[in-house]
């Protein structure tokens, strides 16, 4: 069975020539679906490109990367847009969340792009929201969360549409310790529920808590090992 991501040379270049900067340079995996992933990496490794390219935010100097079986990397930006919008579901460190709306219409706004009738968005995001604990603070707006509440209204966001494939990055970056247990549980939760999840970290500590790490350095991958068999 084809996997559900299959990378294969891929390489980022950027400046070509002299001053060149491979931020990856032939990188090549494969994640099944229902896996449970950390792409780990120091500041300046090539896990933000890798992320990139896997949530189809950039597009590979040379390589390919196949998403179901299709070949993604020389996609136009609108069929990018589409696949991102249709696939994958992102959490990001800054929560990116919209200040002037609530909860509800937060999580509901990626909805709205992918055409869903307000009834349905509306069902969506309430079961998103409850599903993280928030089904009593739908009505409040980003400013009268805390951090670890924003962060949960995000993770809604990203599950609401249930994409198959839960990309974050560096999602427990901004939080305190309470909040990174309670992000991460969620996170464990959705991977026991069938999702494909692959966390982008620099934190040991969070990779030790997924099923499979993947290290990067320099641009490749230096180590690939399920945990507890470093």
């Not at 696949?83 to 579901?89: A, D, L, V």
């Not at 990626?110 to 995001?125: D, E, H």
């Amino acid at each position: 069975m084809e996997p559900l991501i299959r990378v294969e040379n891929l390489h980022k270049i950027y400046n070509p020539g002299e001053n060149e900067v491979r931020a990856l340079d032939g990188v090549s995996l494969t994640i099944e679906k229902g896996e449970f992933v950390a792409i780990v990496g120091h500041s300046g490794s090539g896990k933000s490109t890798l992320m990139n390219m896997l949530g189809c935010l950039d597009t590979p100097t040379s390589g390919h990367y196949y998403l179901n079986g299709r070949d993604v990397s020389g996609l136009t930006d609108n069929q990018l847009s589409e696949i991102r919008n249709q696939e994958i579901g992102f959490i990001f460190q800054g929560f990116n969340l919209i200040p002037n709306l609530d909860a509800i219409g937060n999580v509901e706004l990626p909805l709205i792009y992918r055409g869903v009738s307000k009834q349905t968005r509306r069902r969506l995001a309430t079961a998103a929201l409850t599903k993280v604990g928030l089904g009593k603070r739908m009505k409040h707006r980003p400013g009268e969360l805390s951090g670890g509440q924003q962060q949960r209204v995000a993770v809604a966001r990203a599950i609401a549409a249930q994409p198959p494939v839960i990309l974050a990055d560096e999602p427990t970056g901004n939080l305190d310790s309470r909040s990174t247990v309670e992000i991460m549980n969620i996170l464990k939760e959705l991977h026991k529920s069938g999702r494909t999840v692959i966390v982008i970290t620099h934190d040991d500590d969070i990779a030790r808590q997924s099923r499979r790490v993947i290290r990067i350095s320099d641009g490749r991958v230096e180590a690939d090992y399920l945990n507890g068999e470093s």
